[in-house]
């Protein structure tokens, strides 16, 4: 790993998370233990966290961005890497994306 990438890894921390993962679609597995209210079944059947008019998952304090249910959070959360390729991609995408609507607004 070379310096900018270590970089680019350190900065990412519990402290300095958007949550972007909890915008993603949590598919729950039948182990999981969720209060029914939270969750909601898509169209094609898959059981999932429900999601808030804006999309973040509704089990999310947006105005700590941390998890209300963290201790009993879905398996597919708890495997969810801080740092890892599925969570650099969507951080990516997300600065892509801000990057995209600056550049709308500046033109
Ligand atoms: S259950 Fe918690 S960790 Fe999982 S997506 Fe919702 S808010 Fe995020």
Redesign the pocket.
Known sequence: MNRVEREKKARITCAACD?L????T?VLEERDT?PAH?TTRLPSGLHV?AKDEDG??????GQQM?????AS??I??RS?VMGGPYCRAERDEHARQKDRTIALQLT
């Open positions: 949550s993962c909890c915008q993603l949590v969720i939270l966290m973040w998952c509704v089990a999310l304090d941390r998890c209300r249910i963290y959070r879905p597919v959360c969810f």
